[in-house]
């Protein structure tokens, strides 16, 4: 693979080609380890990394290490092996958190290990298997963490050690606390009433969980591509910071389509977040404008189990009539032109129309 | 301190030291990082590592590196507050796994923030407080693993890089996915019936899970007290080999306490490994020799919750009748033979004498 070759490619041809040398480097990483496995636990581990996923990560690396200079893409696969496999880690272990079913249109790790063990073992008690498969699933994620510094690890092979040595680091120190501490955030908010919950701390909780590792894939690639370690580099910051805003964007977004999106593109149905009682940016900011009668019918409707079609409407109206949808699609596309911007600093012009490319892939899904 | 004041200590006054400035070390590290918090998370990250535990550990670790030449002790401390951490860490995870309300005389993480998390809002039903309690102790874990390669990485400031490198590389290629892979035997060998548990599979859970850990911590200090990386030496390879055959005869003789000792001395009540089925070794080997009416009677005790006294006095017996209590003993002592003629390699004398007494302690707990 050359570099022109690579950033000719159509966008999504690239993305595409991205997610299948990602995926095959990790299979092939894998094998070594997993032989010694039970099968439970390999199965756990492989699910999701064998699910086609968008690598948006990986992607996101490689472009930034093609927008600094690097020559040998090849090179960096273990690197987006690396951002890819600790994002696995976390998905394992958020979707036990969450109790989430599905996960890429299949069961998520415990709940696939709980229904295997109960078919296999007929005696387990539910309770039992359940038990068995969260189990499981703390395991797997935690050796996928400890698998994302492994394959860091694998870049000393081409890279001078400083630079790596610097990405773990940045790893340990500064994406693991901090995309642990917004898993945190999301749950403790949560647990609050939404008066007391402010914009503020849900932008913190949305850059920690979600910016601080897309920042990371794009941190990783611009030290590789410029051989520096990552605190000597002004473009690392930069494409780090914009990929944060890019996440936080994401998240806004995704907030207004699951109120106001079609079910079939979100993935679940429209309005779990209302039920669930998620203090969104959205509710938060409709919260704080609404009248005394809104305020009523938003806590009636919020983290209520039983929403009709029509309460789902009635949030959807004091959401538009606030300001509340405004002022978050003015806030996402605020973060879109930041993040924009600071992809400027990239020369090579085909390079950085792709790193536009993938903000706006991130940004407005279509799947 | 100085080398020869330290080695000169008494052992029970050595182990205190290294207690007292482990857990300092520990705690100036996370202050740096705990501000930043929500108060459960703090708590949660905390708990463990500021109980008075043993510090086994960071004890073998320092011993290791004296007995190899570590001149500076004081620059071992980000060493011996990894393997605590990454200890700690196991523990968290591993205490949700087994439904442990106890550690070390006081809640679990997840049993202690639920409670609070109950207490603080009376209207969180008591399913959704423990799953919280659950949710930030997967969290807390994840955290301390992540923090454990961070005080690894801070070992550059005194030792050559590629020596931590190879600290690093083997903490996350083999030690990390060894050790979780005994977590996951020893789920799966409990779920399974005892005629079909092997001797074999029951002791490579038990040097994974608990001497893979000691076995690094050995490891390391010699490495750092060598200054040369793991695979270049022969004394690291030969006490890492040591500690994990210490770490396999101290299973063994905590499975033999869980039956023939005091409730006090094993700090639960004796007779918890039968109501849990687990199948000890001593299970499996009373099995292999038993006659048919004790293999019956051995049925109705694994797992039955409601044992009583004489139920476990005949367990006792059996165990004692079929000579699995003294095969069981054989094997351990066997290993500590095995442990202590390894640490023959050491030249020191004083060095040599405080690896026995560190062997001798963690065999024959007295607490």
Redesign the interface.
Known sequence: MKKLNLLELPYTELTAFVGEITRRSISEFLKL?VR???A??REATEAYLLRSGKCLRPSLLLLSALASGAKRPEQLLPAMAAVECYHVATLI?DD??D?DELRRGKPTVHALIASQ?AKR?PR?VSDKAR??GV??A??A???L???S??LL?ML?RHFP??VV?SI??Y???IL??GL??G???D??LE?MELSKVTDKSVEKMMRLKTGLLLGFAARIGVALGERKPLEDSSLATALGMAAEDAGVAFQIEDDILGLFGEAAQLGKPIGSDLREGKPTLLMVNAWSKATSAERKRLKYILGNQRLTESDIEDARAIVERTGALATCRRRANFMIRQAKLACKAVPDELARQALFSWIDSLVKRSH
């Open positions: 380890h010694l496995y039970t439970d636990l272990h036990i958190i109790h063990a073992h387990l038990d068995y189990a499981t703390i395991v994620g935690d050796i963490f400890g698998y510094a492994s690890s000393t050690i400083g040595e773990l680091s790893q340990s120190c693991h606390p642990l501490l898993e945190q955030l749950m403790e647990m």
